[in-house]
């Protein structure tokens, strides 16, 4: 009898009812949940400012979905529109109509042909409109009316070969006009063209040869320029004659004495005149490089050229820049004996082909602050003292750079007690004795991703960066057990120790983070972590942002996460199956949540769980990839969308009134056999 009851019980345990309820996604996407600053950084590149800020809620994407015309599903409200890789042959007043509110409008190959007469007639607060890789073939004279302030217009690879084409009727407030990857060959304006607020133009890749003093003047206010891609092959002498830019760019020309030459006596911020690998451009020599002594000019970018006849006649009219950006020049070493560089602060030698850090003459650059040598070609050797008398080097990144050294890094800095950046990641193995960076005191931000750190002393090789606040330690095969290895960090707060692993996959109560109470950041995914104890993160109070993705970490582990608060906590990719009810207040105080491709449980064993997620959207990130894993007919369902029910059903009630019915007559057999066998026993 008591299998059978058994057997009942079971039978109304299993009669919960669940069921899941999808919901049609809507065809465009809103855009994250939370508010950053209107910045675009679109087709060309160029990251622009819109000013102020946006929200996520009035933030749309559209794109490559196939549309033919704005979907109904689109609110009234939008403000920012990507709407690119559809399919709008031709746009007219009635295609944004209803879109009133739009600031920010992008038709990124949309194959349009044709833009009619008053198409933003009604989009007053329009700021930028991009058209990139549309092969416009009609804009009517009055397709831009209606913005009250259009500031940015984007027609880059829309087939234009003229100017003329370009519609003037309200360009007043145009501050930005990209026309890049055109047929573009004279920049001479229409001379009804408003340019009183241009700043930026941008004829990167067109067929532009030739610059007259006529289309310079008419870019009185234009302070940007970018001629990149074009083999500038004249400029007119004196078109350019007490003009002031902040930026030039005269990348890929391939013979830059014209341009030095039609550069004379103007006021640059930024000269771009490096090289593309697929241009068969001249070999810089000293002659070709004199047209700088005529001019002025803070930072010069001579990237991928190659230099014949390398020597201190090279430098002799760099002597008033401040940046130098000399990457992939092919260089194997700077010739010694360099005079008048004493202005210089900046100096990119990255991607080139130095065996040993001496070879950069380093003493020829007294008031260097910022040294960048990433990406060398080959292994380089740190030397000794190579960099000494870089006495106010603030930023160093050796990066990249198949650096070895059992000895690290003492003598190779020494002297360079201003460093705040240094930068060693995706090296080979590095030796750390005690006080590794005692001639660096005080660096505030130090990187060693991918780089073996082999730590012999049983101190820290840290403890003397008491104003480090940046340290990422991510893939550097630490010995974790090492409770001493961050002493000394006082002022920590960004910490990445991902792709090290913990003994035997547990975060002890003891641990390498009791030092670093300071830390507002820790990065611990993919540590191949089973287990936190519930006292690991017990001293770190101000932790805001904990990623503990990718690891092998179950609901339980949210326990050591009691005391933070208002905390960004990163759970993806873990082993979470069922997150206990007494959990749930520890994930209601935190500000943001991921807990995206876990195995989620989606029965009624985890109904509080799902219910307390359901309510609580608004903090959870990633809830597109938070599926259920179990029961199977679930599989692959997002959470948001699981309605579970988990109340007893009328089969269930059925089951169970035949249940207490067997046993009550089960306990009235069981009475009478009991007083039977005492009556028998009197």
Known sequence: MAPCAGCFLLAVLFSANCKVITFLDPMCTEVSSTMWPIEQELWTGRTISLGGWKEASRTYNCENLGLKEIPDTLPNT?????????????????????????????????????????????????????????????????????????????LTQTGISNLEFIPVHNLGNLESLHLGSNHISSINLPENFPTQNLKVMDFQNNAIHYISSKDINALEQVTNLNFNGNDIKGIEPGAFNSKIFQSLKFGGTLDLSVILKGLQ?????????????????????????????????????????????????????????????????????????????????????????????????????PSLTDLYIK??????DLGTRCLEKLENLRKLDLSHSDIEAPDCCNLQLQNLSQLQHLNLSYNEPLGLQDQAFKECPRLELLDLAFTHLHVS???????????????????????????????????????????????????????????????????????????????????????????????????????????????YLNLAANNIHIIPPRLLLILSQQSTINLGHNPLDCTCSNI???????????????????????????????????????????????????????????????????????????
């Open 78 to 154: 939008t403000e920012f529109l990507e709407f690119g890789f559809n399919f709008l042959p031709t746009v007219q007043n009635t295609t944004f109509s209803r879109l009133i509110n739009l600031i920010f409008l992008d038709l990124t190959r949309c194959h349009i042909n044709w833009v009619h007469e008053d198409t933003f007639q009604n989009h007053h607060q329009l700021n930028t409109i991009v058209l990139t890789g549309n092969p416009l073939i009609f804009m009517a004279e009055t397709s831009l009316n209606g913005p009250m302030s259009l500031k940015h217009l984007f």
């Open 265 to 365: 006596n103007s006021t640059i911020q930024s000269l771009w005149l490096g090289t593309f690998e697929d241009t068969d451009d001249q070999d810089l020599t000293s002659a070709m490089l004199e047209g700088l002594c005529e001019m002025s000019v803070e930072s010069i970018n001579l990237q991928k050229h190659h230099f014949s006849g390398f020597s201190p006649s090279t430098f002799q009219c760099f002597t008033g820049l401040r940046e130098l950006d000399l990457t992939a020049t092919h260089l194997r070493e700077l010739p010694s004996g360099l005079e008048g560089m004493s202005s210089l602060r900046k100096l990119v030698l990255s991607a080139n082909s130095f065996e040993q850090l001496c070879q950069i003459s380093a003493a020829s650059f």
């Open 375 to 380: 990406g060398n070609t080959r292994k380089l």
């Open 457 to 567: 002393a049983p101190q820290s090789p840290f403890q003397n960066l008491h104003l480090l606040q940046v340290l990422n330690l991510s893939n550097c095969l630490l010995d974790t057990s090492n409770e001493h290895l961050l002493a000394g960090l006082l002022d920590l707060r960004h910490l990445n120790l991902h792709g090290n692993n913990f003994q035997d996959g547990s975060l002890s109560k003891t641990n390498l983070l009791q030092p670093v109470g300071s830390l507002e950041t820790l990065i611990l995914s993919s540590c191949d972590l089973l287990s936190i104890d519930q006292q690991a993160f017990h001293n770190l109070g101000k932790m805001s942002h904990l990623d503990l993705s990718h690891n092998r970490l179950t609901g339980d582990c949210i326990d050591a996460l009691s005391h933070l608060k208002g905390t």
């Open 608 to 682: 509080h769980f799902i219910t307390w997620y359901q309510e609580n959207l608004q903090k959870l990130e990633g809830s597109g990839e938070t599926m259920c894993a179990s029961p199977p007919f679930l599989r692959g369902v997002k959470l948001s969308d699981v309605k579970l029910s988990c109340g007893i059903t009328r089969v269930g009630i059925f089951f169970l009134m035949v249940f207490v019915f067997l046993l009550i007559i089960l306990l009235i057999f069981s009475g009478k056999s009991i007083l039977r066998w005492k009556y028998q026993h009197i």
